[in-house]
């Protein structure tokens, strides 16, 4: 069936270090999400990506889609503890789209 | 604001009971899902349903049913809960279009003992 495959599955930095978190698909992709789970949370939606080679910007938080939409980034510019949880990407089942595929999350930890 | 609200934040249930957990969302949206959260294996979709009374098989349905009845309300059901069954419950609902986010309900954390 249809997977996401999200690395890595944890991430530690050090306060004011960058991180990226990658998604790659099987299949092509209909659209991706992103999803924030703060702990002790529940997940939710950061935004949504849906053209081909599509990048989107939310402050320090830049997105970006794949050429073949099979693949999806999530980087994060010089963290904060604020930015501590676990992010998702899930995309758009093209043969079911009434399903998103989740990919399994990475967990991120930021050492003040 | 979008609202999807969980009967229960936490509950204990013994082997063998049959146990129901309640999602309601006020916004009118046509898909209803439910998924489990365990440590390491992400978001696991049990069941979900895309009209009234209409329901598909996630990828562990094994030992859950669903009920929805109304468009607001969506049921899950242990019908004979076991220990493995212990989880992290999320609850999701979704417009019908297809660019529509998922908002998700709070969450209950069940503990079969």
């Known amino acids: 069936g249809q997977q996401v495959m999200q690395i890595p599955q944890y991430q530690h930095v050090q306060e004011g270090e960058d991180f990226t978190t990658y998604c790659n698909s099987s299949?092509?992709?209909?659209?991706i999400q992103w999803y924030k789970q703060r702990p002790g949370g529940h997940p939710v939606f950061l935004i949504q990506?849906?053209?081909s080679g599509e990048v989107k910007k939310q402050k320090r938080l830049t997105f970006q889609f794949g050429e073949a939409k099979k693949n999806s980034s999530l980087h994060i510019t010089a963290t904060q503890t604020t930015d501590v949880g676990t992010y998702f990407c899930?995309?758009?089942?093209?043969?079911?789209?009434?399903?998103?595929?989740w990919g399994l999350g990475t967990s991120l930890a930021v050492n003040p | 604001d979008v609202k999807v609200t969980q009967s229960s934040r936490y509950l204990v249930k013994r082997t063998g009971e049959k146990v129901f957990l309640e999602c309601v969302q006020d916004m009118d949206h046509e898909n209803m899902f439910w998924y489990r959260q365990d440590p390491g294996l992400g978001l696991r979709l049990i069941y979900f349903s895309y009209d009234v009374k209409m329901k598909e098989k996630g990828d562990i349905p094994e030992g859950y049913s669903v009920s929805r009845e109304k468009k607001e309300r969506f049921s899950l059901i242990l019908e004979s809960a076991s220990t493995n069954q212990t989880s992290m419950y999320l609850c999701?609902?979704?417009?019908?279009?297809?660019?529509?986010?998922?908002?998700f309900g709070q969450g209950t954390r069940l503990t079969v003992v």
């Open positions: 990506l849906v053209k």
């Open positions: 299949t092509t992709l209909s659209n």
């Open positions: 899930a995309g758009l089942d093209a043969g079911n789209n009434r399903k998103l595929i």
């Open positions: 999701a609902s979704r417009r019908g279009q297809l660019n529509t986010e998922a908002f």
